[in-house]
């Protein structure tokens, strides 16, 4: 990938990551508990750090997008950190 590709996608990404970070403020709406399907481990991006983290599948997350983004990734909290989850990953378990 050329410099100039690889300077214009970091900008995307930035860009993109700034955006779902600041929707994160306006969230009005409460959430019934969601968890990450799966066991095991997944493996997701961290829009604030731009890497790659293990989660573990299964956990309880918190979500802190309303709408997900042009992927179909929602910004949640999981394991004390922000990771972008694809919305057929998120499964609603109700309220307790």
Do not use: C
Not at 11 to 25: D, F, G, P, R, T
Not at 44 to 62: A, H
Not at 75 to 85: D, F, K, M, P, W
């Amino acid at each position: 990938m050329s410099k100039k590709n690889q300077s214009k996608q970091k900008l995307i990404v930035e860009s993109h990551a700034a955006s779902l970070l600041e929707s994160q403020k306006k969230i009005r709406k409460i959430y019934p508990y969601e968890i990450i399907s799966g066991e095991g481990w997944g493996f997701f991006m961290n829009p604030e750090t731009k890497q790659i983290v293990k989660i573990t599948l299964g956990k309880q997350i918190m979500r802190a997008s309303e709408q997900p983004d042009s992927k179909g990734r929602h910004l949640v909290i999981a394991e004390n950190q922000y990771i972008l989850v694809p919305k057929e990953l998120i499964i609603d378990i109700g309220y307790n």
